[in-house]
């Protein structure tokens, strides 16, 4: 049964240096989005349950949807890591079932 790929897949499958560069900067994207951002948002939830109404006045609910957009970035980043990854992967197991 033949699976058939998106457009992205294909296209990084024809250029696998492509997907290498890729995959590493969605690697490095993913830990520097991600690297604090639990702390951040435990300091967040205490700050607006300490101080209510003030701290979400002061701007305490939109650092809370800039984490929360910061943590959907790097679940993208992370799943598109995963994506150059299975594309390098499979072709190197197609190589290796090409060679005798």
């Given at each position: ?14 250029h696998?240096?492509?997907a ?81």
């Amino acid at each position: 049964m033949a699976i058939a790929h998106s457009r992205l897949y294909a296209f990084l499958s024809r250029h696998w240096w492509l997907a290498l560069l890729l995959m590493g900067a969605s690697f490095v994207l993913f830990g520097f989005v991600t690297l604090n951002l639990l702390h951040l948002l435990s300091a967040n939830f205490e700050y607006l349950s300490t101080y209510g109404l003030d701290a979400a006045l002061e701007g305490g609910l939109l650092q809370l949807a800039e984490m929360i957009g910061s943590g959907y970035f790097g679940a993208v980043c992370y799943i598109f890591f995963k994506l150059c990854e299975k594309v390098l992967i499979e072709r190197l197991a197609a190589a290796q079932e090409t060679d005798p």
